[in-house]
């Protein structure tokens, strides 16, 4: 499996702290050896077990205590606590002088020891620091050599620790030097692994490395987040008639425009393709929503090469928000809103800004449920949020639908009451496919003739749902009729014309188009206006053909 470089750094350091754990353990071995040996010369100890002394014991329990200390220091501590960190610098210092001058202070043949937290600190904490314990080292000898050395002439033991005080310097320079090129070249290798090659933005793996970290954190200080994903419109075309080359070169101008009118604490990534993500740590839906119709703004006003001949005339980007709250359950869900949000923009006709906000949030929102309504909705959208763990495009297409009959509704300008139950009907339209197998959901070929009659179900399973729900009774000729034609040729009951509630006829319009103008692996996806000629050419067969005709001028219109 293929290691992260978070992974990679992590096990670095662990090997790291180990060394450096093994290392201080030695050291401080070292630094007990003369202790030892004074106390045996002092006391004429034999060391055996027969003559094992109360001396040596309780020098042995002080020598316990010591390592359990540092140990305690070298596992337990918050790596970025100075205070600590000093005083354990400061401890062995303190072991070290003492065991130097117990074996001998100038006459000592143990100084070289100080080496040991020479070497461990520079690597540890890099060359400042090991240029600070190489001077208190060299000035600790020093100090000793030359006070308590015979100065009547030439200082001996102070002439013979002058290549050891070069040698800590010289110790601390090459390796600080290594370990400052190490990490310089760490850092390269890390900007290098985290950028996109072509337009410099961060990349798609660096992306959801840091949304992890920030959302996190977020979530657990309770600040603001923001999420914009980014597509620009028909970059497909854009390609197709102009190349890929001048494609890149598009890739790159878009990148540097949201890369300059973002702030300094928001990041730019290149998602895929033709898509951008942008994190905005502590921004509410407010202020997300500015930023966005800024870019958006800037992106229309961009000169591009070729823009004339898009559909639009000019160069557009779609952007979806989401925004952290209380009921986003994990990081993918908070970017799936994102996702979602962009797919809402991009349906609407492109080079819009859409805010996210739940499907369910919205059908409460069309008017004040009581209780004990409110209560009976959310038993229905937790049957919906089974649908989904099956067949996340059933979701996403009751999204989709939704938004259209909602937009649908105003363009018909329906009564407040026959808007709220067309926007129920859209939301439960789907709720019977529960009683439907997952293989016939995601069936990735042409349906069978036995899946294809337990698909036909799912309207009146999904009537049958409803009508068990107080106050949603009005609701269940829209759910049970969604799938009726205007010629009579539809199920489940084959009815035909007027009889037809009329919210069923404007839902099985709306459906009918999300459908063809969606991927599913078993059909060709229809373009906005293959699907159009679809409708027109279905008029008094499958559609009611005054309602066909205004949701063509409907979706034309937005």
């Not at 070292?30 to 001396?55: T, W």
């Not at 990735?444 to 009146?460: C, F, G, I, S, V």
């Amino acid at each position: 499996m293929e290691k992260s470089i978070p992974n990679l750094n992590s096990t670095k350091k662990e090997q790291i702290r180990t060394m450096f754990f093994t290392l201080k353990t030695l050291a401080l071995f070292f630094s007990m050896i003369p202790v030892f040996q004074n106390i045996s010369k002092k006391f004429n100890i034999n060391f055996d077990y027969n003559g094992y002394s109360v001396y040596t014991m309780e020098i042995t329990l002080m020598f316990i205590c010591i390592v359990m200390f540092i140990l305690m220091f070298i596992f337990n501590r918050n790596e970025n606590n100075r205070f600590l960190q000093i005083l354990e610098m400061s401890i062995f210092v303190v072991v070290f002088i003492t065991a130097i001058y117990i074996s001998g202070a100038n006459e000592s043949y143990y100084k070289f020891i100080f080496l040991f937290i020479i070497i461990s600190y520079t690597i540890e904490y890099g060359m400042k620091t090991g240029l600070a314990i190489s001077s208190i080292s060299t000035g600790v000898i020093a100090t000793m050599d030359l006070v308590l050395g015979d100065n009547s002439g030439v200082n001996k033991y102070f002439e013979d620790d002058l290549a050891l005080f070069v040698m800590f310097f010289l110790v601390t320079w090459t390796l600080g030097f290594y370990v400052k090129l190490e990490q310089s070249h760490i850092q390269d290798l890390t900007e290098y692994a985290n950028i996109d090659g072509l337009t410099g933005a961060y990349n798609h793996r660096y992306f959801y490395e840091l949304i992890g970290d920030v959302f996190e954190d977020s979530m657990k200080n309770n600040n603001q987040l923001s999420l914009l994903m980014i597509d620009i419109d028909y970059f497909k075309k854009y390609n197709d008639m102009y190349g890929h080359a001048k494609g890149d070169d598009l890739l790159k101008a878009i990148s540097s425009l949201l890369h300059n009118n973002i702030r300094t604490s928001d990041s730019l990534f290149r998602y895929g393709g033709d898509e951008f993500c942008i994190i905005l740590p502590g921004t509410n839906k407010e202020d997300a929503s500015l930023i966005a119709n800024k870019l958006r703004e800037e992106a229309y006003n961009y000169n591009s090469f070729g823009q004339e001949y898009l559909p639009d005339g000019k160069l557009t980007i779609s952007i979806g928000v989401s925004t952290l709250n209380t009921k986003s359950e994990n990081c993918n869900n908070f970017i799936e809103n994102a996702d979602m949000a962009l797919y809402r923009a991009k349906f609407l006709r492109r080079n819009k800004v859409e805010v996210y906000s739940s499907v369910f949030d919205q059908v409460v929102e069309t008017d004040n449920m009581n209780p004990d309504l409110l209560e009976n909705m959310k038993s229905l959208k937790a049957l919906i949020s089974v649908i989904n763990s099956r067949d996340t495009y059933t979701f996403k297409h009751v999204d989709r639908v939704f938004h259209y009959c909602n937009i649908m509704a105003d363009y018909l300008e329906l009564s407040i009451e026959d808007k709220r139950l067309l926007l129920f009907g859209a939301y439960l339209h789907d709720l019977g496919k529960i009683n439907v197998s997952k293989e016939t959901l995601i069936a990735d070929n042409n349906l069978t003739k036995e899946q294809w009659e337990e698909l036909k179900k799912h309207p009146q399973d999904g009537a049958d749902i409803v009508k068990q729900i107080e106050g949603f009774e009005n609701v269940v000729p829209i759910v049970l009729q969604h799938h009726e034609k205007y010629d009579g040729t539809g199920y489940p009951n084959g009815l035909s014309g007027e009889n037809i509630c009329y919210l069923a006829r404007i839902l099985t319009v709306v459906d009918s188009y999300d459908a063809m103008t969606n991927q599913r692996t078993y059909q060709k996806t229809k373009t906005f206006e293959e699907a159009f000629e679809e409708i027109e050419r279905c008029k008094g067969t499958h559609f009611d053909p005054i309602i066909a005709e205004k949701f063509i001028e409907c979706i034309k219109s937005i």
